[in-house]
């Protein structure tokens, strides 16, 4: 036959059901088991090959599975349910932002990657999963909030184990047709494009919508024909390129989805940089003032006063820096864009950095970001002070305690991660409106009604399923290795539903330690294989497409897996994404996090264990350190640092060994009630886990601690023309140009001994050259150990200011004296960054 032409059939949904396909373009039923259900019963075979996208399904599935459907009365029955719930979600009145935050203003948010679910993979690992539960907790409490990211057409990788366990990576390009997201388009219904300039290109980005509850994600693409073609790899994968590529992305973001907030008439007055990444959003904020009328100065302070940047790494290597001549290459025309001279943009962003044997100036993604907001948080109570350590530079004279870095610990979406059999049996016990509720740990407490029995069968369910599920995944893997069919029929037995399982999932960046476990072989094959108290071991996790030592992690333990003593009892899963996250944080016994620590910022994976059941095992570092309390997990080592890694690791995987023997398994295989049961401890994640770590309670501290506080200060330093912002600019300007002819010497006298209760006189003279007294604070500062405390001088005569300072307890005391300036309305002490010690 001659074919002339071909044609796609598609199929329709009758009137019965015809709203799934507004649901599948809504996130919302990214967190409602109900709702997916709906999509999977159409037809289990297309929503496994699909990665659960029920846009591709409706597009994929028969007319006749559909006609069915929409005469089944069980079916619809259950789909009026989901659309009468949603339709309650979407328009609730009695929100809680409603309640508690009327004095916010809307919020854009900037990260460079998402993750929302498994179909959209334009995600790597923790920082996404971060940025997409922000998101969702954003519409539960309907903030004022946009996310901005972009459309990565080949998402980060699937990971592929070859026969030997060694990583390869795989990009499939996105058929967009089939994602729930759709053109953006103005108030005059026109799709809208924005252009940003990079290297002397202009090039163009659609900008696309993602709906997620009640909040919107623009999504920027330059996958385009009126680019290049290598303009349009700017948004081909996610962290796959080298610096020249990355620096290009940088600028995309920030510039381009500032541009995209204003094309669609997007309100946005405070902005939350979620990691480095997004720093050069400023350079766009800047301009925009600047051709106001603004001068560059006082457009700094103008946009810097309503940002907020969250660091999420205290490694180095997830601190970007670049050199000038390639800063130059891709921001070149900015200084002459903002009426700055190169220094002085630059200035803001430096970090010297020992290149080739010399140091170097280099353009920091991170002091950049610091520089260019007015509030800075890490992502737990450790972080925040790991952070402030490593920052303490940018203030030079400050205590490492007194850098403004703050904390907000992270949380996880409750909702995305526990299981529907977990909710269900929460429901019993928890009021009507708990899942409005999560950050409430006193409603939380009625967790304890729940028997053991009900806890048992429920997360009995769940391990059959993860095994079920590692069982066809590990089957998948051999087959397409060519295994033998006896190595496929093995797979059957692999696992055992009766024996305690620990689960290990995460990035497998070196300093996270995957193969702690294996350090000593002969004592963890003596556990593994206890015959009374046996344990087994689920790994899962990707490397860096570059990472060959994190790769070679990931193959020791597959190589391990295979060995007699451990073959059917450790296993490692291959392409770790959301959904295999969802089958292992809901069906372990136990998860276990080993990094080196200080090294992990929060990570969240044990959060979603433990909203499951399933209690925590892991070094006190991040939220762990927070989190246990003694009762609803273990720790891993102590609390201290090291010198030498060598003992370090030797000494967590001594302890490692220790608890699992001694605690672990004898308290899981135990048949003790009561505080000392399995059940105790299971009782105890859930409900000292659930409320502190939820996302939800993370997104509210974010509100108070943070976006109203801004909402506020910008409003205060931009009003009439940013006349205040103007002043402090102004300020800052001649206090540095005066600071190095100022001088303070200072006196204290002390005794030799004293007793507490006593007073010391402490006294400075100071040349302030030139700047106001009331511009000035002079204060003495007492260190007792870890304590540090400050007390004002008052200024007397002249240039002489004089304190008596009550030592009210024993005690070795250090006492100086310093001077720093300060005006109302800076964001805190130390923003001038300008401190002289006498």
């Known amino acids: 036959m001659n074919v002339i032409g071909k044609v796609t059939v598609l199929p329709q949904l009758p009137p019965e059901i015809a709203r799934l396909s507004e649901l599948a373009y809504n996130l919302y039923w990214s967190w409602t088991p109900h709702a997916q259900r709906l999509y999977q019963d159409l037809s289990p075979e297309l929503w496994e090959r699909f990665q659960h996208n029920p846009v591709r399904l409706l597009l994929e599935v028969d007319q006749e599975r559909l006609n069915a459907a929409a005469q089944d009365p069980a079916y619809l029955e259950r789909y009026a349910q989901v659309m009468a719930d949603f339709d309650a979600y979407m328009g609730k009145k009695d929100t809680w932002a409603v309640s508690n935050a009327a004095q916010m203003k809307p919020v854009a948010y900037f990260s460079m990657e998402y993750a929302f679910h498994e179909s959209l993979p334009i995600y790597s690992g923790g920082l996404g999963v971060l940025a997409g539960d922000h998101c969702k907790s954003a519409s ?18 699937r990971q592929l184990f070859d026969k030997d366990g060694w990583q390869n990576e795989a990009y499939d390009e996105l058929d967009l047709t089939t994602l729930p997201i759709h053109p953006a388009v103005n108030a005059a219904g026109e799709e809208v494009r924005v252009s940003v300039r990079i290297a002397g290109r202009e090039i163009a980005v659609k900008v696309w919508t993602l709906q997620v509850g009640r909040i919107r994600v623009l999504l920027l693409d330059t996958k385009l024909p009126e680019n290049s073609e290598e303009d349009q790899k700017l948004t081909a994968r ?66 810097a006063s309503s940002t907020l940047f969250t660091t999420h790494t205290p490694v180095a290597a997830g601190n970007d820096a670049f050199a000038y001549d ?43 970001a610091l520089n260019m907001s007015r509030a800075a948080n890490g992502v737990s109570e450790l972080h925040g002070e ?5 920052w303490n530079f940018l203030y030079p004279g400050a205590e490492e305690r007194e850098v403004p870095i703050g904390h907000v610990t992270n949380g996880a979406h409750n909702l995305t991660f526990t299981s529907q059999r977990m909710r269900d049996l929460l429901s019993t016990v928890l009021p009507a409106d708990w899942t409005e509720r999560l950050e409430d740990e006193a409603m939380w407490q009625a967790v304890e009604k729940l028997s053991d029995e009900q806890l048992s069968d429920v997360q009995r369910e769940m391990k059959r399923e993860m095994i079920a599920f590692i069982r066809g995944r590990v089957r998948e893997q051999l087959q397409r290795n060519g295994a033998s069919a006896a190595d496929v029929a093995d797979v059957g037995s692999l696992l055992d539903e009766n024996t305690l399982t620990i689960g290990f999932a995460r990035r497998f960046a070196t300093y996270k330690r995957a193969t702690l476990l294996l350090r000593d072989k002969k004592r963890l094959a003596a556990i593994v294989n206890n015959p009374e108290r046996p344990v087994q071991f689920v790994f899962a996790g990707k490397a860096h497409p570059a990472d060959n030592p994190g790769k070679a992690f990931i193959q020791e333990i597959y190589r391990v897996s295979q060995e007699p003593e451990f073959k059917g009892k450790i296993v490692i899963l291959e392409n770790y994404d959301m959904h295999v996250a969802r089958h292992l944080v809901q069906g372990v016994d136990i998860w276990l996090n080993n990094p080196r620590r200080p090294l992990e910022a929060s990570g969240t994976s044990g959060m979603k ?5 399933s209690p925590n095992f892991s070094v006190l570092d991040g939220w762990w350190r927070e989190g246990y309390d003694g009762t609803n997990g273990w720790p891993i080592g102590e609390e201290r640092e090291y010198a030498d890694l060598n003992v370090q690791d030797d000494a967590d995987a001594f302890d490692l060994y220790q608890r699992l023997e001694h605690d672990i398994a004898p308290r899981y295989y135990g048949k003790k009630t009561g505080d000392e049961s399995w059940a105790h401890t299971v009782r105890d994640a859930i409900e000292t886990v659930s409320p502190r770590f939820s996302m939800q309670r993370q997104v509210i501290d974010y509100v108070r601690q943070y976006y109203i506080p801004l909402s506020l200060r910008g409003a205060r330093l931009s009003e009439n023309g940013s006349t205040r912002a103007r002043e402090i600019a102004g300020w800052k300007a001649w206090v540095r140009q005066q600071w190095p002819h100022t001088s303070i010497t200072a006196q204290a006298h002390l005794p030799a ?86």
Do not use: C
Not at 241 to 270: K, S
């Open 140 to 157: 539960d409490l309907d903030i004022p909030f946009t996310a901005v990211g972009m459309l990565f057409h080949q998402g980060y990788f």
């Open 238 to 303: 996610l962290y796959g390129g080298n610096q020249e590529l990355r620096v290009q992305q940088y600028v995309l973001l920030g510039v381009a989805g500032i541009r995209a907030l204003r094309a669609l008439d997007v309100p946005a007055e405070v902005y939350h940089m979620n990691e480095g990444h997004a720093a050069l959003m400023s350079l766009e904020r800047m301009r925009e003032y600047v051709a106001g009328g603004l001068d560059f100065r006082t457009a700094h302070e103008t946009a």
């Open 326 to 368: 390639l800063m130059d290459k891709y921001i070149g025309e900015w200084p002459g864009l903002l009426h700055a001279g190169r220094d002085e943009l630059y200035g803001l962003a430096r970090h010297d950095q020992q290149w080739d044997g010399h140091m170097v100036p280099a353009f920091s993604m991170t002091v950049f």
């Open 386 to 390: 790991v952070s402030r350590g490593m």
């Open 609 to 613: 264990a433990s909203f499951n059941g």
């Open 753 to 838: 001994t004293a007793r507490p209760g006593e007073k010391v006189t402490v006294s400075a003279q100071v040349d302030p050259a030139g700047i106001r007294p009331e511009e000035l604070r002079v204060e003495a500062v007492l260190k007792r150990g870890d304590e540090v405390r400050r007390f004002p001088l008052t200024h007397g005569e002249g240039q002489s200011y004089s304190a008596e300072i009550l030592l009210d307890d024993s005690g070795l005391y250090s006492v100086g004296v310093r001077m720093l300036p300060l005006i109302e309305g800076l964001s805190n002490d130390l923003e001038a960054g300008l401190i002289k010690w006498a």
